[in-house]
């Protein structure tokens, strides 16, 4: 299985920009899809943002579409989030998680990391 870890949070103006990263080990990621959840306190994980093998294709929850950017460089064994103009209600924990196909639901994802927090303030 890989292992994932990420990096990158913290607090961040509302308009400002994050970018958040995903680096894999024990597997190379370009076997895998890979995908954004979040979780804020009180609230179930939601999805965010994914990503297929190549990169090629892509999903965003609508509330991220046109903000957020997931991407991904095989070579590196890191896959991100580039996360422009957040708003407060994105605060969360992000977690980032592997899978075999590209997807919306968290429960195709067989790996996934700890989490990084991501507090917008207003």
């Known amino acids: 299985q890989v292992q994932l870890v990420e990096s990158g949070g913290g607090l961040v103006e509302a308009g400002g920009s994050l970018r958040l990263s995903c680096a894999a080990s024990?597997?190379?990621?370009?076997?895998?899809?890979m995908g954004w959840f979040r979780q804020a306190p009180g609230k179930e994980r939601e999805f965010v943002a994914s990503?297929?093998?190549?990169?090629?294709?892509?999903y965003y929850a609508d509330s991220v579409k046109g903000r957020f950017t997931i991407s991904r460089d095989n070579a590196k064994n890191t896959a991100y989030l580039q996360m422009n103009s957040p708003k407060p209600d994105d605060t969360a924990v992000y977690y980032c998680?592997?899978?075999?196909?590209?997807?919306?639901?968290?429960?195709?994802?067989?790996?996934w990391g700890q989490g990084t927090q991501v507090t917008v303030s207003s």
């Open positions: 998680a592997a899978g075999g196909r590209i997807s919306t639901w968290a429960n195709d994802y067989d790996s």
């Open positions: 024990g597997r190379a990621i370009g076997r895998y899809t």
């Open positions: 990503i297929s093998r190549s990169g090629d294709t892509t």
